[in-house]
């Protein structure tokens, strides 16, 4: 099981940069790295996924270092409706032919005036 | 296209009454999943479902059943609600596994009284 650590609450600053890491130090060969943000009464909503080095989209980028324990999310230039939960995910390797998500506590990001 | 509807999105039960939630998807999803938040925390895994007519254990399955006699429907029961059970309930589907991202639904907000 690839577990996941991330900080519990991140403050910032509309028009910053936030940069969250997370720890995977058990991740399997075949498993992609996944973030989603969830806001209060909402489901979780996909933001970016991937494998290794760099992806970029419209809301997010996804840094992975070659040895993949980690990963960062960046979101550049925060406003107050980024304020959300944050969660990094990993895939849990097949167990029987099946697949499934774990997710932790998340990172609690508030966005500041 | 729809996604992933939650029917019902709030419910008040009593102690030992049974309820059933429905869950939905028109996206031709495989994997379906049912996880339960509660305040403050991150989401928890009940059951899955890797395709029709399967169904597999989460984290947390006790007082739990789940049904997958359609590919685009996925039930869960509870038989006999207790207080602990209230808590906020979504069901999430995905292609092929985590690997491919998870579409979550509005959730279900269930109250044991």
């Known amino acids: 099981l690839a577990k996941t650590t991330q900080p519990i609450s991140m403050d910032s600053y509309e028009g910053q940069e936030v940069n969250i890491t997370c720890s995977h130090n058990n991740i399997a060969t075949n498993d992609y790295i996944t973030w989603y943000q969830q806001f209060p009464s909402q489901g979780p909503r996909f933001i970016i996924q991937?494998?290794?080095t760099k992806v970029t989209n419209e809301v997010a980028s996804l840094f992975i270092p070659a040895d993949r324990k980690s990963s960062t999310l960046s979101l550049p230039r925060v406003s107050l409706s980024d304020t959300a939960v944050y969660y990094c995910?990993?895939?849990?390797?097949?167990?029987?032919?099946?697949?499934?998500?774990?997710f932790g506590a998340g990172t609690r990001l508030a966005v500041h005036p | 296209n729809a996604g992933v509807t939650q029917t019902p999105k709030f419910r008040v039960l009593k102690t030992g009454q049974s309820m059933t939630l429905l869950c939905a998807q028109d996206m031709n999803h495989e994997y379906m999943y049912w996880y339960r938040q509660d305040p403050g925390m991150g989401l928890r895994l009940i059951h899955y479902?890797?395709?029709?007519?399967?169904?597999a254990k989460g984290e947390v399955p006790d007082g739990y059943n789940v049904s997958r006699l359609k590919k685009q429907n996925f039930l869960l029961g509870l038989e006999s609600a207790a207080p602990s059970q209230t808590s906020v309930y979504f069901c999430?589907?995905?292609?092929?596994?985590?690997?491919?991202?998870?579409?979550f639904g509005s959730g279900t907000r269930l109250t044991v009284v």
């Open positions: 479902s890797v395709g029709e007519g399967t169904t």
């Open positions: 999430a589907s995905s292609y092929a596994g985590p690997n491919y991202g998870y579409t």
């Open positions: 991937g494998y290794k």
């Open positions: 995910l990993v895939g849990v390797g097949t167990s029987g032919g099946y697949n499934k998500l774990i």
